[in-house]
T-cell receptor, first 111, second 114 residues
Framework: GQSLEQPSEVTAVEGAIVQINCTYQ??????LSWYQQHDGGAPTFLSY????GLEETGRFSSFLSRSDSYGYLLLQELQMKDSASYFC????????????FGKGTKLSVIP | ETGVTQSPTHLIKTRGQQVTLRCSSQ?????VSWYQQALGQGPQFIFQ???????GRGNFPPRFSGLQFPNYSSELNVNALELDDSALYLC?????????????FGSGTQLSVL
């Protein structure tokens, strides 16, 4: 089976940096994805890591350590619109769109 | 390029009834997946269709069934509704040549079973 653990809630100040951690247990590893979901909205793809290291996309970065079964999403220069739930997810196999999601981290950005 | 669209946006049913949810894939995508998202939880995989055939299924009973049509649109059917079926149902499309990392989700259908 597959399982992912992430904090349920995080609060951060506008303009600051926040890190959302994700640890996973999988029978095979095929990459770690991150999705953002605003209340009432669709999950939106943010990033994907298949190899160890940091991937940067604008204000968002994602890190993976396969040896530690651990990854994180880093959000810089936080804006109020970043208030949302963030999910890490792993596919069940290579090229598979069957994703197992964590329970999500609700990020609240405060002034 | 149009995104993934789902209908209806909200639906109220009573226990024991049947429901059909619909999804139009993003242009050029031939793979569609359905997910169930309970309140405060992450999406949970129901099944996936590729070229009108189911080619992956999660831990859901047979009363959850689906179809994919030649234009790659899709339906999710749930029979004998139970109270626990109340959730947000998300459709996601993707390109079959992808590496499994990126799904394009619709905004979902909020189903309430009374």
């Amino acid at each position: 089976g597959q399982s992912l653990e992430q904090p349920s809630e995080v609060t951060a100040v506008e303009g600051a940096i926040v890190q959302i951690n994700c640890t996973y247990q999988t029978s095979g590893f095929y990459g770690l994805s991150w999705y953002q979901q605003h209340d009432g909205g669709a999950p939106t793809f943010l990033s994907y890591n298949a190899l160890d290291g940091l991937e940067e996309t604008g204000r968002f970065s994602s890190f993976l350590s396969r040896s530690d079964s651990y990854g994180y999403l880093l959000l810089q220069e936080l804006q109020m619109k970043d208030s949302a739930s963030y999910f890490c997810a792993v596919p069940s196999g290579a090229g598979s769109y069957q994703l197992t999601f964590g329970k999500g981290t609700k990020l609240s950005v405060i002034p | 390029e149009t995104g993934v669209t789902q209908s209806p946006t909200h639906l109220i049913k009573t226990r024991g009834q049947q429901v059909t949810l619909r999804c139009s894939s993003q242009s050029g995508h031939n793979t569609v997946s359905w997910y169930q998202q309970a309140l405060g939880q992450g999406p949970q995989f129901i099944f996936q269709y590729y070229r009108e055939e189911e080619n992956g299924r999660g831990n859901f009973p047979p009363r959850f069934s689906g179809l994919q049509f030649p234009n790659y649109s899709s339906e999710l059917n749930v029979n004998a509704l139970e109270l626990d079926d109340s959730a947000l149902y998300l459709c996601a499309s993707s390109e079959s040549t992808g590496t499994g990392e990126k799904l394009f989700f619709g905004s979902g259908t909020q189903l309430s079973v009374l």
